[in-house]
């Protein structure tokens, strides 16, 4: 088996072929580590924060919401993007997690990066455990609805071995949020 040492591709040119709101999608052609040329579709995002906000309780705040390219209804948590590359992220978690459920935290602890489809996004998302909470006024975009519920961590965790919880993000900062307050 040949191995290459230099596992870096370079972009030679780039074409962009939509510009979302959202999403922007281009079509890259790159120089790959053996010299040759390939195509790399690649949709460029502009980030995203995720929130596990844990209650005095164990409880975990999560949200139902329809999913339009699921079509169904899921269980994710509060999360949403930035409002720019350079916003800060910890500033962007907060403002989501108020917008969304009405909660702002005293304690902050960062749980790392999610990246949700590295083979054609770059999109990153920063995920967050909020513990102190207190309860205020949720202002909800006006094109989102959602149903929020507490929920018992463990609850959850088995939710996501289970498979009734699908969604990446929640996934990951669920379990990594439920090992480091288990393994203190």
């Known amino acids: 088996m040949e191995a290459f ?18 999403v922007h999608l281009y079509k890259d052609t790159v120089r790959l580590p053996n010299g040759n040329a390939a195509t790399r579709e690649t949709v ?7 929130i596990v906000p844990m209650t005095d309780d164990g409880k975990v705040i999560v949200e139902r919401q329809f999913r339009y390219p699921l079509g169904r209804v899921i269980t994710e948590i509060p999360a949403g993007k930035l409002d720019s590359k350079t916003e800060d992220r910890l500033a962007a978690a907060k403002r989501e997690l108020e917008e969304e459920t009405g909660v702002t935290a005293d304690e902050w602890i960062d749980l790392g990066d999610y990246y949700p489809a590295a083979a054609y996004t770059d999109e990153r998302i920063t995920m967050y455990l ?8 949720r202002n909800l975009d006006e094109d989102e609805f959602l149903n929020v519920m ?13 498979g009734n919880i699908t969604d990446g993000k929640t996934q990951a900062a669920l379990l990594k ?3 480091l307050l288990k393994n203190g």
Do not use: F, P, T
Request: with cysteine.
């Open 150 to 162: 507490a929920v018992d961590l463990e609850a959850l965790v088995q939710d996501v071995l289970s």
């Open 130 to 137: 909020a513990k102190g909470l207190h309860q205020g006024i």
């Open 177 to 179: 949020a439920y090992l």
């Open 5 to 22: 040492c230099n596992l870096e591709e370079v972009m030679i040119a780039s074409e962009e072929i939509y510009d979302g709101h959202v």
């Open 44 to 50: 460029r995002h502009i980030g995203a924060v995720a």
